[in-house]
């Protein structure tokens, strides 16, 4: 228990899950009822949920935490997940009225790009791999509709498609699977 | 000196790299707005200009976020305290900084700006000079967005700041999509504002750079400022624009005005005269033949049309030409089939389904005018661009044509004229071609 509180501490999971709270809120707010924009909202939601709770993913020393005895592999397995369940919640409860198939699908590919983007760039960046795909689907959403390359635009595709939720599953499970082993970028 | 490290060694690089790598990922990706309509961003002047301001919406929020993370670089590294006990006043230690990334997101638009402007200079027979200050405000607000996002970075050295402007600064665009006027205070346009016939408003040009100098003026004070009253301070010239900016962007009711250069004609009077806009000049030779064949053709009606050209737009400021002239419209597309040209200026003069609500009336109107063409070239075939209806309304053609050739001779060609007439001014279908309901 005593570990838990000061590993949620040095990864300031308090100030990134009020920070997201409050994102989603601000982002629920300016909805409205278009359908199309609904999704998009939903999207950005859930981005916003999971590219500022990745800047816990790395602590203040990840070359120090590293020397620590711990199996370290599960303690970040469940952090990610933590990520992307914090998403679905925010996503369900606070953000648009879409089809909570939508959310989780999201949730699971963002948190997943955000585990690579703390693996490769490090805590402080990691958000630029989930925003920029995000970016991406955006924009082939107000391109066309449905949107084409559902491998690509899997964030914005309609409930049911296969090839969106395998790549959600894909990209969720390559970040938990490569930041669980490799952790955090060391300096 | 110390520029020249920041550039190699800050976000400056990354960012400039980047903003190019994504604009043209996007670019090439999808198949966006930004390749249709009368000005794709590779093939006119004004629609580089544009549709790279377009993608704002998109790479605005990474800029603010990169910034940001820049603005963020003196807390992560903790050198604060020692940079304070330094005798340089702040905001000459801050210029190399905000300069480096300035001018990474500047040389990237410029990438941007050459990528497309040498496929525009392949393409465009209508050269001008009115795309550069519309382009030149894109770089004011790249880097005024930049420049912002290193203040808010400092004044918020949080490493949350980054995500939560990016993300908020996606939000708010989209947000502010169709919303009217308040999409001017992005760098972006509505894709309906964007075609080769209208350029920028200068008004709307000078204002927006007003605004972004102001934001960006905001930013790197901001960035410099360290104390209460100073960080306030800063915020005079975005609040001080503001109040020039929202009074101005929000009287304005569209941001573009016609383009009387692209809308002049350019014409062939050797022969039936043929005539195309100035825009579209490179189309003329291939359109000339196929028209005056078409006009050869329509000889066949009382009081024949005898000329064809081109007119700007099919949209809401469309007005019948005179009964004499043959308009084409070049806006969704331009074959380059000779036969599929002559079918085009043939077929019911070529002018728009106006009321494209019902498509019973739609199919009603195409019918009427694929056999009236018909009758102009003594073969019944689909018109370009409605086979799928031809096919489907292959039985209802057959009696129709039929109905027609039935009629006295006399009357066939006066029947044909009627149609075209009225088809001018968006009315006319099977009833004025055959006159029975």
Redesign the interface.
Known sequence: MRWLLLYLRSRQVAAGTGTALACAVGVALLTGDNPTRQLMFAVLTTTAVTAVTATGLAGVDPALERTAALRWWWRRAAHVVAIGGLAVVLGVAVGPPVDTEVVVRGAVGLAGLAALGATVLGGGLAWCVPMVWTVVAVSALLASQPPAGPLLTWLVQPPDTTAATVAAGGLGLAGLLVYAIRGPRVQ | MILRTELRRSTAPVAGIGFLV?SV??LY?????WGKRTAPWDEQWIGLAQWTRYLA???L??VI?VGA?QG?RDK?SKVGELFATTPVAPWRRALPTAGALALAVTAGYAGLLVVGGVQVAGNASYFHLKWVPVAAVMVLALVGIALLGMGIGRLVP???T???L???A??AQ??V?QTGWPLLLTPAFEAPDITVFTSVATSVTLTQALWFIGIGATGFGLFVASRTTTRLTALLPMALSALVVVPTLSGVDSPVVADPDARALVCDDDGPRVCVTRAHADYLPTLVGPAREALALMGKLPSPPTSVVEMPSQGVDYRPPPRDVVPVFLDTWSPTDPAKIRMTVLSGADVPVCDEEDWDAVTRVIVARTVATAWLTGELAPLPGWQYLSEDESTKIQQVWQALQALPAAEQPARVAALRDAALNCRGDLTTLLGTP
Do not use: I, K, T
């Open positions: 994504v990922g996007l990706s999808l198949s966006g707005p919406l998109f790479v929020p990474l976020g993370w963020l992560r949080s490493l949350v980054p995500p939560v990016a993300v908020a996606l939000v989209a947000a999509l």
